[in-house]
């Protein structure tokens, strides 16, 4: 049977960890210290306007999402969509509310209105299509 390869390097990394798990309090406060992660408190997140695929953790610090990873449980690898997803979230440019088409198609002329008028403009124009052509038509 071969014998387990362990770099110098690993084997320290190893036996701190060990040690800090067996409850040196030293080498644990040394190890969070080194933890970029610490003090953070992590959400349950997913890309909901995408594929659902990935179960992922959302860091937060002060109100604010800092970082996304993996979730613990979670062995697959998130897409550079799914990590940049902070981005979008404090985009300036990011759309908060509705907002509804003042001028022609491309003149790119909006005003905000509410959801009401939103949901009640999508449910007239989904009748509006049924009406005319029939369910098919959505
Ligand atoms: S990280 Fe990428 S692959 Fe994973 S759920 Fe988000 S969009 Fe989908």
Redesign the pocket.
Known sequence: MATPQISRRDFLALAGLTSASAGCPAMAQALKAKDPDAGLKTFQA??SM?????N?KAFVKDGKVVK?GNANAFD????????S?IKWLYAENRVLHPMKRVGERGEGKFVAITWDEALDTIAGKIKEAIAKDGSQSL
Do not use: D, S, V, Y
Request: positive net charge; hydrophobic residues 30%; glycine residues 12%.
């Open positions: 997913t890309c995408e594929c659902l695929h990935c992922l996304i697959g690898k998130p897409c550079a969509r799914g990590l997803r």
